[in-house]
Nanobody, 123 residues
């Protein structure tokens, strides 16, 4: 499965962005999916995850209540709606897919990764 993330950009603090991750070349609907991010000089961290049918979603404490993960299996696309953005949300955001149906916070459990899209939040 190939994943292509898009939707990043420059936004002021308090603003919103929606990231998209389009899948191709394999089975999308039966996979757990996630978003991770990596800020300069920092390790990659978990942001949000969703199981195969969207019934189970989990979030990092730092984004809970501000970000929403969703998926459209008919379009083979994963989304991350980001509201009330803060400068500390600045990072490269990656979408990822697992081999199984469940979601996970562990990046090592993901086998497919997109190329990343840069989100910059100015203060």
């Amino acid at each position: 499965v190939q994943l292509q993330a898009s939707g990043g950009g420059l936004v002021q603090a308090g603003g919103s962005l929606r990231l998209s991750c389009a899948a191709s070349g394999g089975t999308f609907t039966t996979r757990g999916l996630g978003w991770f991010r990596q800020a300069p000089g920092q390790e990659r961290e978990f942001v949000a995850a969703i199981n195969w049918n969207g019934s189970i979603r989990s979030y990092a404490d730092s984004v809970k209540g501000r970000f929403t993960i969703s998926r459209d299996n008919a379009k083979s696309t994963l989304y991350l709606q980001m509201n009330s953005l803060k400068p500390e949300d600045t990072a490269v955001y990656y979408c990822a897919g697992r081999s199984g149906q469940s979601s996970s916070r562990d990046p090592d459990s993901y086998i497919h990764w997109g190329q990343g899209t840069l989100v910059t939040v100015s203060s």
